[in-house]
C-alpha cells in the first residue's frame, strides 16, 4: 500500500527552527510538496522537491533524499503566524497525491 | 493573486435539500480537478477526480449519486451535494491541476479557498 508518515503534532518557539520530517512509500515518485494550511483555510502550496536535496526558498527549505524515502521542511525564525498545518504529499506513478495527515506546528512565544 | 476560486465561500442549508459548489481555475487551464473533504481536526480527503469532459473518479466510499461533480471546462468543475444531511456538514475544498506558465509546473495542485457546508 501506500504510506506517508508525518508527526502529528510539533511545538517550537517564537525564533527559533524547527525540522518537519516525512517519509514515504509510494507506488512510483514523481515529485513531493509541501503545503501549508491554516485552520479553517485551504491549503497553500509551499515547495517541490524532485531531485535530491535540498530547496531553499526564503525561511523555508525543503529537502529530499528519494533513496530513503524521506523528505524534511526546515523552518527558520520562527513567526507566530507559522503555527499551521503543514502536509506533505508525493505525487505517484499516476500523478496522483498521495497524501499525508498533516503535522500541527504550534509556535510559544 | 488567487489562482482558484470556489464559490460560494460558504453555505447553510436545510436537511434534504441539495447545494452545488463552484470551482474555476482563473489563469490556466485545469486538465484535472480534484475534490476533497476536511472535518475538524482531521486530514484532507480525496473525494473524487475529474478530467475536463470526462466522469469523476470517486474514491472508494463515496457515493456518486449524492455527490454529482461535473467538469464541464477546463476552467469551470461543481459538486452538487444532494439531499444534504447534517453528517455531510464540513469543509469542501476543490482543487485544480494543470500547466501554468509562471510556475512552468505542471503537476502542482492549485486549491480553492474552500467551502464551509453546514447542514441543519
Known amino acids: 500500500g501506500q504510506n506517508i508518515d508525518q508527526p502529528t503534532e510539533m511545538t517550537a518557539t517564537e525564533g527559533a527552527i524547527v525540522q518537519i520530517n516525512c517519509t514515504y512509500q509510494?507506488?512510483?515518485?514523481?515529485?513531493l510538496f509541501w503545503y501549508q494550511q491554516h485552520a479553517g483555510e485551504a491549503p497553500t502550496f509551499l515547495s517541490y522537491?524532485?531531485l535530491d536535496g535540498l530547496e531553499e526558498k526564503g525561511r523555508f527549505s525543503s529537502f529530499l533524499s528519494r533513496s530513503k524515502g524521506y523528505s524534511y521542511l526546515l523552518l527558520k525564525e520562527l513567526q507566530m503566524k507559522d503555527s499551521a498545518s503543514y502536509l506533505c504529499?508525493?505525487?505517484?506513478?499516476?500523478?496522483?497525491?498521495?497524501w499525508g495527515a498533516g503535522t500541527k506546528l504550534i509556535i510559544k512565544p | 493573486g488567487a489562482v482558484v476560486s470556489q464559490h460560494p465561500s460558504w453555505v447553510i442549508c436545510k436537511s434534504g435539500t441539495s447545494v452545488k459548489i463552484e470551482c474555476r481555475s482563473l489563469d490556466f487551464q485545469a486538465t484535472t480537478m480534484f475534490w476533497y473533504r476536511q472535518f475538524p481536526k482531521q486530514s484532507l480527503m480525496l473525494m473524487a477526480t475529474s478530467n475536463e469532459g470526462s466522469k469523476a473518479t470517486y474514491e472508494q466510499g463515496v457515493e456518486k449519486d449524492k455527490f454529482l461533480i461535473n467538469h464541464a471546462s477546463l476552467t469551470l468543475s461543481t459538486l452538487t451535494v444532494t439531499s444534504a444531511h447534517p453528517e455531510d456538514s464540513s469543509f469542501y475544498i476543490c482543487s485544480a491541476r494543470g500547466f501554468r506558465e509562471t510556475s512552468g509546473m505542471e503537476y502542482e495542485q492549485y486549491f480553492g479557498p474552500g467551502t464551509r457546508l453546514t447542514v441543519t
Open positions: 522537491n524532485v
Open positions: 504529499a508525493v505525487l505517484d506513478s499516476n500523478y496522483q497525491l498521495i
Open positions: 509510494t507506488s512510483g515518485f514523481n515529485g
